[in-house]
């Protein structure tokens, strides 16, 4: 079982809609991650929380916002999304503020964008 | 392996043979590797690490090689069992950076 929690498992979402992505983990990580995986495709890296503080945002598109509220909670806010944004939507937790250490993957958010 | 297009790499063994998973780096500045095991429908999950001032670790039943002279890193799996059948992923990060990015995955088909 993984110690990283995410809801929705599944989401669909007109282009219009609002929706939210949630995270949670209770290991007492300090570090916070969003990841975006396609079919046969890797993981690719989306956004970075060192400490409740963003660190790394990889040039992605605004129509995604991600938010940190407290060490243990990560949601990334959907808003004005594209078809192509289609994709399991990965969050993931580290030890370390320093990313040297194993990240700890939760099962996936699926989104489709209609 | 590298991938074309939208297919995996894949490599099928049979059950209780050894598997050897390939991965090539670019970045020389990279200083930690991670294997990742993904099943179908789940998350990656963590299988071995390794620092780039070693060559060699040892898990159970799985052992990563790290040749940086090449820039390659493998993936021995012992005795391979049903069970092992998923994506494997190796993932890098340079020095002193938050910045774990994978590999192209290798799909791990294990048959009777």
């Known amino acids: 079982d993984t110690e990283v929690t995410q809801t929705p498992k599944h989401l669909v979402m007109g282009m219009t809609n609002k929706k939210s992505l949630k995270c949670e983990q209770h290991m007492g990580h300090r570090a916070m991650y969003w990841y975006k995986q396609k079919a046969k495709k890797p993981p690719e890296l989306m956004f970075v929380?060192?400490?409740?503080?963003?660190?790394i945002n990889e040039s992605v598109p605004s129509r995604f916002s991600p938010e940190c509220p407290n060490s243990s909670l990560l949601n990334l806010h959907l808003h004005a999304l594209q078809p192509e944004d289609s994709a399991l939507y990965l969050c993931a937790s580290s030890r370390q503020h320093e990313h040297t250490g194993e990240l700890f993957f939760g099962e996936g958010s699926r989104l489709t964008v209609l | 392996g590298e991938s074309v297009g939208l297919h995996l790499p894949t490599l099928s063994v049979q059950e209780g043979d050894n598997s050897i998973i390939n991965c090539a780096y670019s970045?020389?500045?990279?200083?930690?590797f991670i294997w990742y095991k993904q099943e179908s429908g789940k998350g990656p999950q963590f299988i071995i690490d390794?620092?780039?001032?070693?060559d060699k670790r040892q898990g159970q039943r799985v052992t990563v090689l790290l040749n940086k002279t090449v820039k390659h890193l493998s993936l021995q799996i012992a005795a391979t069992q049903p069970g092992d059948s998923a994506v494997y992923f190796c993932a890098e990060n340079g020095y002193n950076t938050d910045k774990l990015i994978f590999g192209t995955g290798t799909r791990l088909q294990v048959f009777p």
């Open positions: 970045n020389s500045a990279s200083d930690y």
């Open positions: 929380y060192s400490y409740e503080k963003l660190s």
């Open positions: 390794i620092r780039s001032n070693m």
